[in-house]
């Protein structure tokens, strides 16, 4: 059964910090893996899809990886603002009855300080 | 194109009533997902369609719940003789394929009282 971890549970910094948020799964038979951001009681905002075959992806100041021998995920935060205070979630996309299903960790809920 | 819709957005029931949600996909999107989150969790899976063909139901899906798709569009999530447990936030999002990226709505929040 592919579980998903993220360390650390929670993480506070300064703004203007660069930080890195971790993922790891135990299974390394995915196809793809998603990072999401979740503001209270709100649902799930995609940040960047990593596809099997692909080693990392970019998208303004984050920068995801992935290395699928290891089952590790990061996501890399530049120059932190407030504004990025959220709980940030990484789903592997598993392959289940001809279809596909992600399995989340249970998130880094992070708050950037002024 | 408005993303992922839900409705409603909050719900709170009275014990062993019955609800039902709605989620209308990215439009275009083929397959469309149900996930049920609780308080400090990441989502969990529920099912899964494929236009109207529900592919997958996982063990969390007891019988009290029922998901349909009933034109490969919108579809409803149905929860009867509600119970404390089931309070959580319920998630759709759709996709288009397999291998593509999965939009999230912002989720129906349900309280059972």
């Known amino acids: 059964k592919q579980e998903v971890t993220q360390i650390p549970a929670a993480l506070s910094v300064p703004e203007g910090e660069n930080l890195v948020l971790n993922c790891s799964f135990t299974?390394?038979?995915?196809?793809?893996l998603q990072w999401f951001r979740q503001d209270p009681g709100k649902g799930l905002t995609s940040l960047l899809l990593i596809q099997s075959s692909q080693r990392e992806q970019t998208s303004g100041r984050l920068n995801a990886s992935l290395d699928k021998s290891s089952g590790r995920s990061t996501l890399y935060i530049a120059a932190s603002q407030p504004g990025d205070s959220a709980t940030y979630l990484c789903?592997?996309?598993?392959?289940?009855?001809?279809?596909?299903?992600?399995?989340f960790g249970t998130g880094t809920q992070l708050k950037v300080e002024l | 194109d408005t993303g992922v819709s839900q409705d409603p957005r909050h719900k709170i029931t009275k014990r062993g009533q019955n609800v039902t949600f709605r989620c209308d996909p990215i439009?275009?999107?083929?397959?469309l997902y149900w996930y049920r989150q609780t308080l400090g969790q990441g989502p969990e899976f529920l099912t899964y369609?494929?236009?109207?063909?529900?592919?997958?139901k996982s063990r969390l899906l007891s019988d009290r719940f029922s998901a349909e798709r009933p034109k490969g569009s919108f579809s409803t999530l149905e929860i009867q003789r509600t119970e404390q447990g089931d309070s959580a936030m319920y998630l759709c999002?759709?996709?288009?394929?397999?291998?593509?990226?999965?939009?999230f709505g912002q989720g129906t929040r349900l309280t059972v009282v």
């Open positions: 789903a592997v996309y598993i392959l289940t009855g001809g279809g596909n299903k992600l399995t």
């Open positions: 999002a759709s996709s288009l394929g397999a291998r593509t990226e999965a939009f």
């Open positions: 299974d390394s038979a995915i196809y793809n």
């Open positions: 369609f494929q236009n109207e063909a529900q592919l997958e």
């Open positions: 439009s275009e999107h083929n397959r």
